[in-house]
């Protein structure tokens, strides 16, 4: 299986990466979910009101700070 040419996508919305929404990986997770949007990881962190990845426990590389302003936004 060859995937060397898929583009990266969100892990949450399946979509690329775009000069205005650019794809972020806050965590050490690896493969196709690897990388996800600012604002899809914002939505997922207020829903599940985590500050880490439930997948490889990793503290999203995210300062409140950052979440704050688009939560308030
Ligand atoms: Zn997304
Ligand atoms: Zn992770």
Redesign the pocket.
């Known amino acids: 299986m060859d995937t060397a040419e898929e583009a990266d996508i ?1 892990r ?2 399946r ?1 690329e990466g775009t000069p205005d929404k650019p794809l972020y990986h806050p965590c050490v997770c690896t493969g196709s979910i690897k990388f ?2 600012q ?2 990881l914002v939505q997922w962190l207020k829903h599940s009101r985590k500050e880490y990845c439930e997948l490889c426990k990793h503290r999203f590389a995210f300062t409140p700070s950052i979440c704050l302003i688009v939560l308030l936004s």
């Open positions: 969100c949450v919305c979509s996800i949007h604002e899809c």
